[in-house]
């Protein structure tokens, strides 16, 4: 472009801002906020992918030998390269014992210390009838050996160090003291840091008693190796390396290479959940914005569309004097980002306090972040919020480049039209491939069919509001009088317009009751499995199926184990692992108290290890039945063929695999029963009788809370009531941050739908002064033209909300019945909480304009 062509685009660029100020500050507000959030997400981002497992009991520690807490599997796509996937595992994988005296060797090593990591519980010695409100279960301790303090390092502030078994050091936070007794040991000192018991490297190892590869040797957690004053961390590490390697050594569970840690990365042997709780994070995050960026498309381009096409007449007296398209174009461009690049720094700001308000509100909800899990926010990070308002910048730049380059253009009906029903059949099809899917993947093809269609909507946006004045052309002249054909004649000359501002009224409410639906469709689908499949009618935390047992009364009862499994399989080619909750139970305590549904086989085959009952869902997508076999790998990466014993329809209560309480608690890092679940043939009988069993929580029907998140290793407090499986800490791990993120989500993202549906209507509202000031210059009373814009707004308001529902059903249908079999629920609540938000913002986008000024005359 010539230097006086630019100077002529400047000129045309300032003038046309200082004229449509109006117009742009819609716009404003909605690049601010749509900034805002991204900035706030890019924070996120970018603080979890700088997250690591907080370093703590190996901290004085160069390296730390480990076994590999990740897993991975290679597949290769159809016409691609192979791909490999990696799975975070959340049990401990160990180390086997002669890799001690293979690091002691070491040049530069100083002392290689193994880690025997244990869990004790007090003794519960027959308590007093506990109430039937429930007594607190046994106190639980982690324990480790006196010389693995030294990895911390933990030094005594009272007392001495532990001389046999009998005797054990507590961490301050333990809140005890010198000669008190705790899990049985006699406290003889006081370490600094948490509520540890430390006790002898023998007694340590015995606690533990890990089996190593065929139970031939002992197995430790990790072994921390001290260098020698002088060695550097890089030279220890590659000799430590190079040592494994030589040695051969690999982990007690799948066979990997050992792992010889430094640095941040040291704390993935401390805090086992850290790792997979960050993927989990940043795929959700990733999600969101995504989400996010494409919501903000529709909006901007719908504004962007509505501001530019409020001047074709300016457009095409520009054109006669001899501007050129392309100068408009350019003149529209640099009014835009004249407009968005403020707007996009102010939002970007205002996002960097809206970071540390969202990890409070995670970090406020128990078990959605681990306690391990650092989320560091060094200050160069903060620096994204101008690479968001870049982002955003150049993406307003975009929509007006494509909008300006479609006005006034011949044919762009056809194409529009065209481009509109195309993405319509694409969010149908997503829609029905949701139903062939299920949990995660039918969750994401219906989120897509969702934005699809209303984008299809979008394009299709003039078309359908015409169609739907069409239906209600002849109502409003017959029944509205004046007012009523004044509106009819509006939206018959002006459907464009109107097709505009239905869009974001459709995409609020599909938005929104696709994704607060979704979620109360799985958790009463859920919760009426949970409470036709738990028959006990007593609950028992802090013990053993083994002790509840020998209360009189107890007719049976199963110990309930809650670990994960790794499950490796394909689709469409594309390898993928995915992690999933299981439950280890007794076979022959299930009669009475736990009843998956079984519809093929017997569940008295998990008697046997070797064996698994699955979910039918999953039995039907891995095409298995009973006889069967099951490829899976155990909470530490150990490969398991299992043969599969039963098939149970159950699975949203129970998760997609029962295995025997024998075959999983070997591969978990605290084997002990997270609930007993017991059958008695008096409930009262045994809450009378009381004994051993740390907490009796109480008899009746089962209503809720058996195997809610928490227990004993959780820090052993009884949940109230004997009750049904919570469906939402057994079958869907995270499901409490799914939660979180998706009223997030709805508030976010509503909230900047709900200002383009004021903004756009505020838009069309002043630009039609002149049309209302002519209407009353003809004769229109200002009672006549208020009740024409009530009717435009309670047309927009019912087509909107209509359509809005139209495009939901579809995936909601499609994701309801792929992952439960029937229909989606909506709850009223949140549908007239939807309803009545459209109708306010609508109603103030039409009237308060249009009551201004052009009304009065």
């Given at each position: 472009m010539s230097p006086r062509a630019d100077s002529a685009v400047r000129l045309l660029a300032a003038k046309s801002l200082r004229t449509h100020r109006k117009a742009w500050t819609a716009v404003f507000a909605a690049v601010a906020v749509t900034s805002a959030l991204v900035g706030a997400l890019a924070l996120a981002l970018g603080s979890t992918a700088l997250g690591h497992a907080r370093v703590e009991r190996y901290a004085a520690a160069a390296v730390v030998v480990a076994g590999d807490q990740e897993i991975r599997w290679t597949a290769k796509p159809w016409g691609s390269e192979p791909v490999t996937e990696r799975a975070g595992l959340t049990e401990r994988v160990r180390v086997p014992e002669e890799t001690v005296a293979v690091l002691r060797a070491v040049p530069g090593v100083r002392e290689a210390i193994p880690d025997h990591v244990s869990v004790v519980r007090d003794p519960v010695a027959d308590p007093a009838p506990p109430a039937p409100g429930g007594s607190p279960a046994p106190r639980v301790h982690e324990v480790r050996s006196w010389d693995a303090a030294r990895l911390a390092p933990r030094r005594l502030v009272e007392g001495r160090a532990p001389r046999d078994g009998s005797e054990t050091v507590a961490g301050r936070e333990a809140g005890v003291r010198v000669g008190e007794t705790v899990a049985g040991r006699t406290v003889v000192g006081i370490a600094d840091g948490p509520a540890t018991l430390y006790v002898t490297a023998a007694e340590a190892r015995k606690q533990a008693g890990h089996p190593g590869p065929g139970g031939a040797a002992d197995a430790v957690d990790a072994v921390?190796?001290?260098?020698?004053?002088?060695?550097?961390?890089?030279?220890?590490?590659?000799?430590?390396?190079?040592?494994?390697?030589?040695?051969?050594?690999?982990d007690t569970a799948s066979g990997q290479p050992l792992r010889a840690?430094?640095?941040?990365?040291?704390?993935?042997?401390?805090?086992?959940?850290?790792?997979?709780?960050?993927?989990?994070?940043?795929?959700?995050?990733?999600?969101?914005?995504?989400?996010?960026?494409?919501?903000?498309?529709?909006v901007l381009a719908s504004l962007v569309a509505q501001a530019l096409g409020q001047r074709a007449a300016e457009r095409d007296l520009l054109l006669s004097v001899g501007a050129t398209p392309r100068q408009i174009r350019a003149a529209a461009g640099r009014e835009a980002t004249r407009v968005a690049g403020p707007a996009a720094l102010l939002g970007a700001l205002a996002g960097v306090p809206l970071f540390p308000a969202l990890w409070q509100v995670l970090r406020d909800r128990p078990g959605v972040v681990p306690e391990g899990l650092e989320l560091p926010a060094p200050p160069w990070l903060f620096a994204t919020a101008l690479v968001v308002a870049a982002l955003v910048t150049g993406l307003v730049r975009l929509v007006v480049l494509f909008t300006a380059r479609g006005a006034g253009t011949p044919g762009k009906g056809t194409a529009r039209r065209v481009g509109g029903l195309v993405l319509l059949f694409a969010g149908v099809a997503s829609a029905g491939t949701a139903t062939a899917m299920g949990g995660a993947a039918a969750a994401a093809a219906a989120g897509a069919a969702t934005v699809t269609l209303v984008a299809g909507c979008a394009l299709l946006g003039p078309w359908i509001a015409r169609a739907a004045m069409r239906v209600l052309d002849r109502p409003f002249r017959r029944l509205g009088g004046a007012p009523g054909r004044l509106a009819a004649a509006g939206a018959d000359a002006h459907s464009r317009r109107l097709g505009a501002a239905l869009v974001p009224v459709v995409l609020v409410t599909a938005f929104a009751l696709v994704q607060l639906s979704a979620g109360t469709t799985m958790e009463r689908a859920a919760e009426a499995q949970a409470r036709t499949a738990t028959t006990a009618d007593l609950a028992f935390t802090?013990?053993?199926?083994?002790?509840?047992?020998?209360?009189?009364?107890?007719?049976?009862?199963?110990?309930?184990?809650?670990?994960?499994?790794?499950?490796?399989?394909?689709?469409?080619?594309?390898?993928?692992?995915?992690?999933?909750?299981?439950?280890?139970?007794?076979?022959?305590?299930?009669?009475?108290?736990?009843?998956?549904?079984?519809?093929?086989?017997?569940?008295?085959?998990?008697?046997?290890?070797?064996?698994?009952?699955?979910?039918?869902?999953?039995?039907?997508?891995?095409?298995?039945?009973?006889?069967?076999?099951?490829?899976?790998?155990?909470?530490?990466?150990?490969?398991?063929?299992?043969?599969?014993?039963?098939?149970?329809?159950r699975s949203l209560a129970l998760g997609e695999f029962l295995l025997p309480k024998a075959e999983l608690a070997p591969h978990m890092s605290d084997p002990y029963p997270a609930r007993v679940l017991a059958a008695s043939d008096s409930g009262e009988r045994v809450l009378a009788a009381g004994g051993p069993t740390g907490g009796v929580l109480a008899a009746g029907d089962p209503t809720r809370g058996v195997l809610a998140a928490g227990g004993p290793a959780a820090g052993g407090k009884s949940v109230p009531g004997a009750g049904a499986v919570d469906p939402e800490q057994v079958v869907m791990p995270g499901a409490e941050l799914n939660g979180i993120v998706s009223a997030a989500i709805v508030s976010a993202i509503g909230g900047l739908t709900l200002l383009a549906v004021l903004s756009t209507l505020t838009?069309?509202?002043?630009?039609?002064?002149?049309?209302?000031?002519?209407?009353?210059?003809?004769?229109?009373?200002?009672?006549?033209?208020?009740?024409?814009?009530?009717?435009?707004?309670g047309f927009l308001v019912a087509t909107g909300l209509i359509l809005g529902a139209a495009v939901a059903a579809l995936p909601l249908f499609s994701f309801a019945w792929a992952l439960t079999g029937g229909l989606p629920h909506v709850d009223p609540v949140h549908a007239g909480l939807i309803a009545g938000a459209v109708l306010l913002t609508v109603t103030a986008g039409v009237l308060l304009p249009g009551t201004g000024r052009g009304v009065r005359g």
């Open positions: 921390g190796i001290l260098a020698e004053p002088g060695v550097p961390v890089d030279t220890l590490h590659a000799r430590v390396r190079a040592a494994l390697d030589r040695a051969g050594l690999t840690l430094t640095g941040d990365g040291r704390g993935v042997a401390e805090h086992l959940a850290a790792p997979p709780a960050r993927t989990e994070l940043l795929q959700l995050f990733a999600a969101v914005s995504g989400t996010v960026l494409l919501v903000a498309v529709l802090g013990t053993t199926a083994e002790r509840v047992r020998r209360l009189p009364g107890v007719a049976a009862a199963t110990d309930v184990l809650r670990s994960t499994v790794v499950l490796a399989r394909t689709e469409a080619g594309t390898p993928r692992l995915e992690r999933l909750p299981v439950l280890g139970v007794d076979a022959n305590g299930l009669r009475g108290t736990l009843d998956p549904g079984v519809v093929a086989g017997d569940l008295a085959g998990l008697a046997r290890t070797g064996t698994v009952a699955v979910g039918v869902t999953m039995a039907d997508s891995l095409d298995v039945r009973p006889g069967s076999t099951v490829e899976l790998r155990l909470g530490d990466g150990t490969p398991r063929r299992l043969r599969v014993v039963a098939v149970y329809e838009l069309i509202g002043a630009g039609r002064r002149g049309e209302l000031r002519l209407l009353g210059q003809v004769g229109a009373t200002t009672g006549q033209l208020r009740r024409m814009l009530g009717l435009e707004a």
